[in-house]
T-cell receptor, first 114, second 114 residues
């Protein structure tokens, strides 16, 4: 079952611009994670943010979490062509409230034009 | 560390044949996960193990699917008999916790059943 829904489904920007992707979920969570997937490769972990945190940074990445709105956003600043990939959010609680596994959203396909 | 290693990278087989996918997790990771990715259904968790014991196999689609983890460094996902609708990319991932830490993914096995 899907928990997170990313928005938009696809995003195309120019190199140097910022890219913002959003993730909404339905049930309360303990943490939320963001992953990147390059074409033909496995997912790579980017950031984990816990439910008591509001914002985390890692290099050019900034993640926010709003538990009252059940949403998270991933901001990539000064994008590069190498950032072209699919981005997924994942939460630790699926429908029904069971907290025992990571459920991935549908993903945002980001294309950064050089 | 070499990361999570999956084999084969590509598998093409005919309907009705048995397929075995293999995974070597990162040493020291107690959790191993099998995911399936398709365009239609996204990334689905099939089964996960803790210390070689299957914990949650609720995502395994049918009895045709089986997974084993005979030791801490090896797991298999078997499909017998295979069907065209099983065509997907199958990922193995490992972690130190089921959801509170990053998952480390292999590069997947692309399965095509004709």
């Amino acid at each position: 079952s899907q928990q997170g829904e990313e928005d938009p489904q696809a995003l195309s920007i120019q190199e140097g611009e910022n890219a913002t992707m959003n993730c909404s979920y339905k049930t309360s969570i303990n943490n939320l994670q963001w992953y990147r997937q390059n074409s033909g490769r496995g997912l790579v972990h980017l950031i984990l943010i816990r439910s008591n945190e509001r914002e985390k940074h890692s290099g050019r990445l900034r993640v926010t979490l709003d538990t009252s709105k059940k949403s998270s956003s991933l901001l990539i600043t000064a994008s590069r062509a190498a950032d072209t990939a699919s981005y997924f959010c994942a939460t630790d609680r699926g429908y029904g409230g069971a907290t025992n596994k990571l459920i991935f959203g549908t993903g945002t396909l980001l294309a950064v034009q050089p | 560390d070499a990361g999570v290693i999956q084999s084969p990278r590509h598998e093409v087989t005919e309907m009705g044949q048995e397929v075995t996918l293999r995974c070597k997790p990162i040493s020291g990771h107690d959790y191993l996960f099998w995911y399936r990715q398709t365009m239609m259904r996204g990334l689905e968790l099939l089964i996960y193990f803790n210390n070689n014991v299957p914990i949650d196999d609720s995502g395994m689609p049918e009895d045709r699917f089986s997974a084993k983890m005979p030791n801490a460094s090896f797991s298999t996902l078997k499909i017998q008999p295979s069907e065209p609708r099983d065509s997907a990319v199958y990922f193995c991932a490992s972690s130190t916790t089921p959801y509170n830490s990053p998952l480390h993914f292999g590069n997947g096995t692309r399965l095509t059943v004709t």
